[in-house]
């Protein structure tokens, strides 16, 4: 049997709301429930809700209690687990809703004023007196004595006069604007202005060893840090004088003498062995690879022999390269290298997304190494991508015409 009241069942539900003479926080509740088969006995779960509308609406206020009902009846201080707010019931009309166990019963019950209620209405602005709170407001019987000055009094000795001055040593803090003093005026007082002596700053004695003539020379050791301008002196002269231009002796720049081991004559000629040697190195139809913006291999072109180890290597390809397929960037670069390392001088060529097609370009690229070993040594051709970008089909010769070499020079 159902221990919920509704109306379906012929709820009959009385309450009352009431106020102790003390004012207390809590509300006291009144109520007698009853079924179809009686009144309910027995524990009971009462949700009590405010709401500011007979229906829908948000709940301003709830508390639910556990309520031991004796033939029906119920007593409950609302209030004594959900502190009831004073200013829930100063926004206009409030609607009580119950729940029984579950059930919300129907309709809601309006709030009423009962005879204590609406005095104390009456008397809700006495705590503040309007806008004011009690500290806002003085007592009928009060003095402003030791708070307030006497209406006939002076600050003698406690504040200076409206025109007084100040000594140096009052001014201790903070910086002086320079409409407060004259400088030039200062120091004129202290001497230090046309009167010739040691210490004067304009007309200073020349004899004084601080500073200086306006007319002076300084000895190339004053000299110390800086570069000199090319207009404060004349490199040829210095050299003609110290017998480096015309001299005809050995260390003579312009005119040396036969026995100086550092130059050669203007006819001269070269032992055997001190010429650079040249050799050839065909190179055909190599590659078609796909590449990034990191540097790939696309083939090696060919060896040659180096003959001695403090040689200098000076390779130049001349040929085409091409990207045949495809390329997503702005470009790439082609690089030549030996044994897979980098020319000094980065003997690379640039090739734009324009120029992707088995045509090609022709490119010629020029590298210098050294620090070899004597011995045989590998060109190759690398190719790398501009940026992030990816590309297809690099390669040397396209085509096949085998028209590309690479010409290699070594110099002792």
């Known amino acids: 049997m159902k221990r919920i009241i509704s109306t379906l069942f012929g709820l009959a539900l009385l309450c009352m ?22 009144p309910v006995a027995g524990n009971v779960s009462l949700t009590f809700n405010l709401f500011s509308t007979a229906t ?9 209690r556990s309520i031991d009902a004796v033939a029906g009846l119920v007593y409950v201080d609302l209030g004594a687990t959900s502190t009831l707010d004073e200013m829930d019931f ?21 709030i009423q004023s009962v005879p204590y209620a609406i005095r104390a209405r009456a008397a809700n602005s006495a705590d503040t007196l309007g806008t004011l709170s009690p500290g806002d407001v003085a007592l009928s019987t009060h003095n402003h004595d030791a708070a307030y000055a006497a209406i006939g009094h002076n600050h003698n000795g406690v504040y200076a006069a409206l025109s007084h001055s100040h000594d140096a040593a009052n001014i201790n803090a903070g910086t002086l604007s320079t409409d407060r003093y004259s400088a030039a005026a200062d120091l004129g007082a202290e001497g230090l202005l046309n009167n010739d002596a040691a210490g004067d700053i304009i007309t200073r004695g020349q004899g004084d ?31 003609s004088a110290e017998g480096f231009l015309t001299g005809g002796q050995s260390t003579d720049l312009l005119m040396f003498s036969d026995g100086d081991a550092r130059y050669s004559l203007g006819t001269h000629t070269h032992p055997a062995g001190s010429s650079p040697t040249f050799s050839v190195i065909p190179t055909t139809c190599l590659g078609n690879i796909p590449f990034t913006a990191t540097y790939t291999k696309i083939a090696n072109l060919g060896s040659f022999t180096k003959a001695t180890a403090g040689s200098t290597v000076v390779a130049t390809f001349n040929g085409r390269v091409a990207v045949i397929t495809s390329m997503t960037g702005t470009g790439a670069l082609f690089e030549l290298r030996l044994d897979d390392v980098a020319a000094t001088s980065r003997a690379r060529a640039s090739f734009k997304s324009s120029e992707v097609g088995s045509d090609g370009k022709t490119v010629s690229l020029k590298g210098v190494w050294t620090g070899l070993a004597a011995g045989s040594h590998t060109f190759s051709m690398w190719v790398a991508a501009s940026g992030s970008s990816t590309g297809s089909g690099a390669m040397v010769d396209p085509g096949c015409w085998s028209a590309d070499t690479i010409v290699v020079e070594e110099h002792p």
Request: proline letters at 5%; glycine letters at 12%; zero cysteines.
């Open 17 to 38: 709301f009431a106020e102790a003479q003390a004012v207390p926080g809590t509300v006291a509740f009144t109520g007698r429930l009853s079924t179809s088969n009686g």
């Open 56 to 64: 829908g609406g948000s709940s301003v206020w709830t508390e639910t």
């Open 90 to 110: 100063g926004n206009g009309p409030l609607f009580l809703q119950i729940t029984v166990s579950g059930e919300t019963l129907m309709p809601r019950f309006p």
């Open 209 to 239: 060893g601080r500073w200086a003539a306006l007319t002076h020379a300084h000895a190339a050791t004053d000299i110390t840090s800086g570069t000199l301008d090319n207009l404060r002196f004349s490199a040829q002269s210095d050299l």
